[in-house]
């Protein structure tokens, strides 16, 4: 199956240490997003990227956060001195880039922090 | 900025009952709009898509929705729900694209037998 991966699946950190989320967009796919669901809400724009480009970062909190797609590997959206707010559940989506095409969304990595 | 609001936090009807999922948009242009659905633990799968010509549009899984600029909408339906369409299902919005989206806040989805 080549759809979007995420990894893991599930993250338990305490807080004020750091969390890796990781991201393999679908083959062919060249831009990714991420996304972030609060409980009981909808999802929430973070930030685009592309191959060693960040896009549009305008959903980033200031602090914090960052993301990364290097020209070889995964997109990695690091979260530093992760504090209880930023429980949540983060998607990875990705699409081939051209302006109309769908995203295709990854199954998540649920943080908790504890 | 766009908006999207989805007036029904929760749903349950009957299997085999008709459906409608109501979804109000706020853009002042004509919109990319989209119906995501999401099961327990999984991420989202793309049901149908909104760009531009017919507004009534076919997706995945017998559903439907129908584009209305004067209501702003872009109600989702089924003519027969079965019980694995329990689920949430979410509207979203596209300013002139089709991956930089505002999401509704959800419907959750419950399927009676």
């Known amino acids: 199956n080549a759809g979007v991966m995420q990894n893991p699946r599930h993250l338990v950190r305490r807080r004020g240490q750091e969390a890796r989320l990781r991201c393999s967009p679908m083959k062919g796919h060249s831009h990714v997003y991420w996304y972030r669901q609060l409980p009981e809400e909808g999802l929430k724009f973070m930030v685009y990227l592309q191959k060693e480009n960040i896009i549009d970062e305008s959903g980033m909190p200031k602090e914090r956060f960052s993301a990364e797609f290097p020209k070889e590997g995964p997109s990695i959206l690091r979260i530093q001195q992760v504090v209880r707010g930023d429980s949540a559940a983060y998607f990875c989506?990705?699409?081939?880039?051209?302006?109309?095409?769908?995203?295709?969304f990854g199954n998540g990595t649920r943080l908790t922090v504890t | 900025a766009q908006s999207v609001t989805q007036p029904d936090i929760h749903i349950t009807v009957s299997e085999g009952a008709s459906l409608e999922l109501r979804c109000n948009y706020s853009y002042g242009a004509t919109p990319y709009l989209f119906w995501y659905v999401q099961s327990p633990g999984q991420g989202l799968q793309l049901l149908l898509k909104?760009?531009?010509?017919?507004?009534l549009v076919q997706g995945i899984k017998g559903f439907e929705a129908e584009f209305k600029r004067s209501q702003s909408s872009f109600n989702l339906r089924k003519p027969s729900v079965h019980w694995s369409d329990a689920a949430e299902y979410f509207c979203a919005v596209g300013a002139g694209t089709a991956s930089k989206l505002t999401f509704g806040t959800g419907t959750r989805l419950q399927v009676t037998l």
């Open positions: 989506a990705s699409s081939p880039g051209q302006f109309n095409s769908p995203l295709h």
């Open positions: 909104y760009f531009s010509g017919d507004t």
